[in-house]
């Protein structure tokens, strides 16, 4: 009766396991990061501004075409009084002056037809497609920023679930060696041959390293967590990370120079666009000191009921307007746009200069996380065999259990600090590509381009 029970709720059990295990997810760091500049919530806000940005180009280029209307009344009129100033032939030969028949008028039909096409206008409409070209430009590289940007993160967080699942398989190995130090010390103290305090502080240790374990797979699931976030995948995913990315990263070997970075950078270049565009704009506001000329065109169709019909009344000629108010009033509004333009200019000068700093910044964490690599390296040689020499001596009786404890935390550290420096490694040698502006050109990347 028992077994009936306990059968069905092992099943439930196992196939509850099995679930859970297919959300396990491989996930190579190529992959994470085209995910993250292809199907990302900002990657798609990106290409949205870069495709608004695209349709106003042609909103603007829409107005050198001709404008052509045609409109249509039709108008119930009451009784009115109509008094003609021009006398109407009839009656009035018969001797009764001013005599003659009030036509009566209730309805008005009217039709127009109106065509104009602009000639000049101060080459406003010139500067405006130049603008709105150029500002479809800076969205573009705008946009391309942005996906180098979701690209670092990708990286970081990748970098950042690889050192917390590396430091859960370590802390878990050590535990396993520090449970089973605190049961051959149980067994000792039981036997006389250990102070009772010693097995005290084997089991202070345990205690700590599984504290530290918990941590470490806190860290994992938050991570992995901000990581499925960003990358739009099903809630619950595992990431299961690549560790080749990892355990090659001091063959990476980067090699560019400020120039290049200048030269590449998307932000840079959608800010040299945006400049462009603070330019036209200028010119935009110099169109008020012009005139502006058109070619006009008309027909008329009339018929007031009664009265009088018109038909083919076709009009033809040119409009021309000039505000010569403007004259004295534009200074200010040009003289704002000169100023704006000059602000685009400083910004392109700042960011640099700041472009500069990053890849030398860049640079030197890249260098000093090599050089921490092979002194992490060199350290877990170090400290491994530290800790059998005083494991040696341990036995010996010629050290006490704090220094065995010590040496073991030691050796713990070493190879923690060397898996985060082959993490680090990578990550730095990622944000030097960033900051050069190559960073998505170094990944085969399936994004659509603008």
Do not use: C
Request: aromatic content about 6%; charged content about 20%.
């Amino acid at each position: 009766m028992r077994i009936n029970h306990v059968l069905p709720l092992g099943i439930m059990l196992l196939l509850g396991l099995s679930g859970s295990a297919q959300q396990k997810k491989p996930l190579t760091l190529d992959e994470a990061i085209n995910i993250a500049v292809t199907q990302s919530t900002e990657a798609a806000l990106a290409d949205t501004r870069v495709n608004t940005a695209g349709l106003n180009v042609d909103n603007v280029k829409n107005n050198a075409y001709p404008d052509f209307k045609i409109s249509g009344q039709y108008q119930r009129l009451t009784e009115p009084s109509i008094n003609l100033r021009v006398p109407m032939g009839g009656e009035g030969e018969s001797g009764e002056s001013g005599s003659s028949s009030t036509p009566k008028v209730n309805q008005v039909i009217l039709g127009m037809a109106q065509f104009s096409l602009p000639v000049f206008s101060g080459f406003r409409l010139k500067n405006n497609i130049a603008a709105s070209e150029s500002m479809y430009k800076a969205q573009t590289f705008n946009a391309a920023s942005v996906k180098e940007q979701l690209a670092m993160q990708a990286i970081v967080l990748y970098a950042n679930l690889y050192k917390a699942q590396q430091s859960v398989s370590l802390i878990e190995e050590n535990l396993k060696s520090a449970n089973q130090r605190v049961t051959d010390f149980t067994a000792m103290e039981q036997n006389g041959l250990l102070a009772r305090n010693d097995l005290l502080k084997a089991q202070l240790q345990a205690s700590n390293i599984q504290l530290s374990l918990d941590d470490a797979k806190m860290r994992v699931s938050t991570i992995n967590y901000q990581l499925i976030t960003l990358l739009k995948l099903p809630e619950g995913t595992q990431i299961a990370v690549t560790d080749a990315y990892f355990n090659n990263s001091s063959n990476l070997t980067p090699s560019f120079t400020e120039s290049d970075a200048i030269a590449q950078r998307s932000d840079l270049e959608a800010l040299r666009w945006q400049e462009k565009a603070s330019q036209s704009d200028v010119d935009i506001a110099k169109a008020d000191y012009y005139p502006s000329l058109s070619l006009v065109a008309g027909y008329t169709a009339l018929d007031i009921q009664n009265f009088v019909e018109v038909h083919n009344a076709i009009n033809f000629g040119v409009a021309l307007s000039y505000d010569i108010s403007n004259i004295f009033k534009n200074n200010k509004k040009v003289r704002a746009a000169e100023s704006r333009a000059e602000e685009a200019k400083h910004e392109v000068e700042i960011k640099s200069e700041r472009v500069k700093v990053e890849v030398q910044q860049s640079l030197e964490s890249y260098n000093l996380a090599l050089k921490q690599n092979k002194v992490y390296t060199q350290a877990v040689e170090q400290a491994g065999e530290n800790y059998r020499i005083v494991k040696d001596k341990y036995d010996n009786g010629l050290v006490d259990t704090n220094d065995l404890l010590e040496a073991d935390v030691e050796q713990l550290q070493a190879k923690l600090n060397q898996t985060f420096s082959k993490a680090d490694i990578t990550q730095r040698y990622y944000e030097l590509l960033n900051a050069s502006g190559r960073l998505t050109q170094s990944f085969n990347l399936t994004q659509n381009k603008q």
